[in-house]
């Protein structure tokens, strides 16, 4: 079986990008409240703008 190298990368970008979102929905209540008010801190940077309050 001959897996390409653009088959799998997508396949791996897709797994990591599900992970990432099932893994932030597990963020203590308390740490979540803490991050979101250190990005209010700094303006709410571009870079931050995953930090959501959702």
Do not use: G, H, R
């Not at 088959?7 to 803490?34: G, H, R, Y």
């Amino acid at each position: 079986m001959d897996v390409k190298f653009p088959t799998l990368l997508c396949l791996t970008l897709l797994f990591s990008t599900i992970l990432n979102q099932a893994l932030s929905e597990l963020c203590n209540p308390e740490d979540k409240k803490v991050l979101l008010q250190i990005k209010k801190a700094f303006n709410d940077p571009y870079v931050l703008s995953s930090w959501n309050p959702e």
